[in-house]
């Protein structure tokens, strides 16, 4: 690793943990730069702006999630078991939680948006190696996986992280996947486990 790229990453990792610990909105450029011992022309090197580097950051929490599902996938154990250890490390911790807050700040919308779409780039292809394994196991029934995984990823996106939701649109989801991936009924029921529902218990 040459020089500059080891100085960038050790400047995302003190990034990553004093967002963890001040959170995002409370950590300025100057508290970073202190942090790390550097001149503030060397962080305007690697970084544009703060919003730059939380993105950054964000990419280098996906790929840590990233390896673990890789992990998950060629763990021996279920097809079900797979899917449900690939959405759940896909997840931020309790801990990064201030890290993904700072997502939903107005003026972060347009970096929301890439953080969505860059996280369904990377699922739809580890999905859908699971959702292969499934059809040859008998367990689903269907072919176009990739495009079956990334509309799923949608809807589900669009439908548990954009607001409120009833337990109705939970059972529907799950129907839907499961005629989506051509599964016998009830096959996918742990999808109700893995969603969030504080939203969904705020208008129950």
Known sequence: MKKGEKRKKELLKIAYDM?????YENTSVDEII???????GTYYYHFQSKEQMLEEVIDM???????????IIRMDISVPQKIVGILTSMKPTEAEQPVKNALFQP??????????????????????????????????????????VKMLL?????????GTFSAKDISVFIDMTEKLLGAENGTMSFI???IDKSDMEAIE
Do not use: W
């Not at 967002?19 to 959170?23: C, E, I, Y």
């Not at 949608?154 to 992280?161: A, E, R």
């Open 34 to 40: 202190e942090k790390a011992q550097i001149a503030k």
């Open 19 to 23: 967002f963890l610990t001040q959170g």
């Open 154 to 162: 949608i809807i589900s996106d669009g439908t548990f992280n954009e």
């Open 107 to 148: 003026e972060n919308v347009l970096m929301h948006y890439k953080v969505r779409q860059k996280l369904i780039n990377v699922v739809t292809p580890l999905l859908s190696e699971v959702i292969n394994e499934g059809v040859e196991e008998g367990i689903f029934e269907c072919e176009n996986i990739p495009e079956r």
């Open 192 to 194: 109700y486990e893995l």
């Open 61 to 71: 929490m996906i790929d840590s999630e990233t390896e673990m599902a890789k992990q």
